[in-house]
């Protein structure tokens, strides 16, 4: 059974930092491509981050030189080092493994205050 558990999110104000991490158990994490999606209610789950097996990140604009993805293969963990929070980058934030197939964690809500 593939399980993806986000831990991390939380309070923080504007300007300050959180540390996602997602453990997952039940898939061959080191082949798998992860990724961080946000979303916020009516909205669309949006593309934060991505790893793919050997390493290579791509991210999405808003959050550009502000967030880090990283991954620890000998962990089965992935981590989002989210840096100069801004109000707008709200959401619930979701862990996904992807292969030959997709996997999903639960998300977990991130909030930052003016």
């Known amino acids: 059974q593939v399980q993806l558990v986000e831990s991390g999110g939380g309070l923080v104000q504007t300007g300050g930092s959180l540390r996602l991490s997602c453990t997952a158990s039940g898939i061959d994490f080191s082949m798998h491509v992860m990724g961080w999606y946000r979303q916020t209610p009516g909205s669309q789950r949006e593309l934060v981050a991505v790893?793919?097996?050997?390493?290579?990140?791509t991210y999405a604009a808003p959050v550009m030189g502000r967030f880090t993805i990283s991954r620890d293969n000998a962990k089965n963990t992935l981590y989002l080092q989210m840096n100069s929070l801004r109000p707008e980058d709200t959401a619930v934030y979701y862990c996904?493994?992807?292969?030959?197939?997709?996997?999903w964690g639960e998300g977990t809500q991130v909030t930052v205050s003016t």
């Open positions: 790893t793919t097996a050997n390493g290579r990140t």
């Open positions: 996904a493994a992807r292969r030959e197939a997709n996997y």
